[in-house]
């Protein structure tokens, strides 16, 4: 059912293209300013706001009809799996397309394009789980956008961190090695959270 509505894929692929387009007329005029952190820097927080727009509403945008259809259609784990794999799916999509907008407008200083590509990934399926969890508790306390950013916030940032480090050792073109701790820690933060994801969502669920 989401498949089918395309708006919402086509508005966040606009979202990403217009965003970049305006930071490469300001950076344009300005290229001195434009180096390799900020560089980095501004596409993770372009990537950031894009999963908000796209994941936030996961679940608020489910009526009431089909939150109760799925209710008795099958189980809360399988819910809660698919729209995070669906999300996780969606938000590679919308990155993987924003970064080729992005180096086409802006260059491309990474030297190791393998790990950055890693960084991305993990930083995308880590986005989707976070934000699909947090839609879920919002949509059940009236969708509220004001708890969807209180609850975001304290664990986004530490995996925005880990990502943005770690594709800042791989502009560089670190090896590999230097970035372990990174991918541990980005690893680790996915598991917990869709781990998490799947004890509490039944309870959720339920209410």
């Known amino acids: 059912m989401e498949l089918r509505q395309?708006?919402?894929?086509?508005?966040?692929?606009?979202y990403i293209v217009s965003t970049v387009f305006?930071?490469?007329l300001h950076f344009n005029l300005n290229q001195n300013l434009l180096n390799p952190i900020?560089?980095?820097?501004?596409?993770?927080?372009?990537?950031?706001?894009?999963?908000?727009?796209?994941?936030?509403?996961?679940?608020s945008q489910d009526s009431?009809?089909?939150?109760?259809?799925?209710?008795?259609?099958?189980?809360?784990?399988?819910?809660?799996?698919?729209?995070i794999i669906y999300n996780s799916l969606l938000m590679t999509v919308l990155t993987l397309s924003g970064?080729?907008?992005y180096q086409l407008a802006m260059g491309n200083p990474v030297d190791d394009l393998g790990?950055?590509?890693l960084a991305l990934l993990l930083g995308s399926i880590g986005f989707a789980s976070?934000?699909?969890?947090?839609?879920?508790?919002?949509?059940?306390?009236g969708n509220n956008g004001m708890l969807m950013a209180v609850l975001s916030f304290p664990m986004v940032i530490p995996l925005l961190l880990m990502a943005v480090k770690m594709s800042k050792n791989a502009m560089d073109g670190l090896d590999a090695s230097v970035s372990y701790d990174e991918i541990?820690?980005?690893?680790?933060?996915?598991?917990?959270?869709?781990?998490?994801?799947?004890?509490?969502?039944?309870?959720i669920w339920k209410s």
Do not use: E, H, Q
């Not at 395309?6 to 606009?14: E, H, I, K, T």
């Not at 980095?40 to 679940?59: C, D, P, R, Y």
């Not at 009431?64 to 729209?83: E, F, H, N, Q, V």
């Open 6 to 14: 395309r708006y919402a894929l086509n508005g966040m692929v606009l």
């Open 22 to 24: 305006i930071c490469y």
């Open 38 to 59: 900020v560089w980095n820097t501004l596409f993770w927080i372009i990537l950031m706001f894009t999963a908000v727009n796209a994941i936030g509403k996961s679940f």
């Open 64 to 83: 009431d009809g089909r939150i109760l259809y799925y209710y008795t259609l099958t189980s809360p784990i399988a819910i809660i799996l698919a729209k």
């Open 99 to 101: 970064f080729l907008v």
């Open 115 to 117: 790990m950055f590509l």
């Open 130 to 141: 976070v934000l699909t969890m947090i839609s879920a508790i919002a949509s059940k306390a």
């Open 184 to 203: 541990a820690v980005l690893l680790a933060i996915d598991a917990l959270v869709i781990a998490l994801s799947l004890i509490l969502f039944p309870y």
